[in-house]
């Protein structure tokens, strides 16, 4: 429960966290920052880590005059850690990946997510690598089921790095440009709140429309949607 709440608030408070980070780090901040976004991306295992929040957090935080960040390095190396980071998790999906997929249970991997990812692949196709990097946890599972899947490596990182670039560079600008107001500032936790609840919203939406398809297909009532009090979101 402690780690929870250091959890919770490690999340709503990323400008404080950060600003004592690069205190205490100075330079070394870029190092920590790469490899929390490459785990992010590159360890299916480590789905769970800030994505978009802690962009937002970066840019605001390079914003401020006495950052020991500079924005335009950290666009440029946080790229490098996401690309890289899909990288890994395209190649670890393409080894090892087909016998976890024909799994139904496992300690390391939630069967749920390689679905849901899976569902989005047959909707938007190759798209996905660059969609997904705007939705948490499809975002780290998404590399992974594209080397599942035997998707060409050169059609991959094609997609990969456009979506990578996109991703770390709007995330982290718009920090930088906003990151700063006063209102921004002062509310910044309603802020992060925000972004997560963007993120999440088209997977959300989705996962609704399938529990009401999957209802409608076996003949329940058209009032019996999945927005039922009782049922709880996977």
């Not at 780090?25 to 991306?41: A, D, H, N, R, S």
């Not at 299916?44 to 335009?72: E, Q």
């Not at 991997?109 to 849901?116: G, I």
């Not at 297909?217 to 009090?229: E, H, I």
Request: glycine content about 8%; some cysteine; charged content about 15%.
């Amino acid at each position: 429960m402690d780690f929870l709440k250091y959890l919770l608030d490690l999340v709503l408070h990323l400008d404080k966290h950060l600003n004592a980070l690069g205190g205490q780090l100075g330079g070394w901040l870029y190092v920590v920052l790469f490899l929390v976004i490459f785990c992010e991306t590159g360890l299916v295992v480590t789905p769970f880590l800030p994505g978009d929040s802690l962009l937002f957090a970066i840019g605001a935080l390079a914003a401020t005059p006495t950052s020991v960040l500079n924005v335009h390095i950290v666009v440029v190396s946080l790229s490098v850690a996401a690309i890289l980071g899909d990288t890994v998790n395209y190649w670890i999906g393409k080894k090892a990946g087909p016998a976890v997929f024909r799994s139904e249970t496992s300690r390391l991997f939630d069967r749920r997510h390689l679905d849901r990812t899976a569902r989005f692949y047959a909707k938007y196709g190759a798209k996905t690598i660059i969609i997904a990097r705007f939705v948490p946890i499809v975002r780290t599972f998404a590399p992974f089921v594209a080397g599942i899947g035997a998707m060409r490596y050169p059609k991959f990182l094609f997609y990969n790095v456009v979506g990578g670039v996109l991703w770390i560079a709007s995330m982290t600008y718009a920090g930088y440009a906003f990151g700063n107001i006063p209102f921004v500032k002062k509310n910044f936790s309603l802020v992060v709140l925000g972004i997560i609840a963007v993120s999440i919203l088209p997977a959300g939406l989705e996962i609704l429309r399938e529990r009401l398809s999957a209802r409608l297909a076996a003949g329940a009532p058209p009032d019996a949607t999945p927005l039922a009090a009782s049922e709880k979101l996977p």
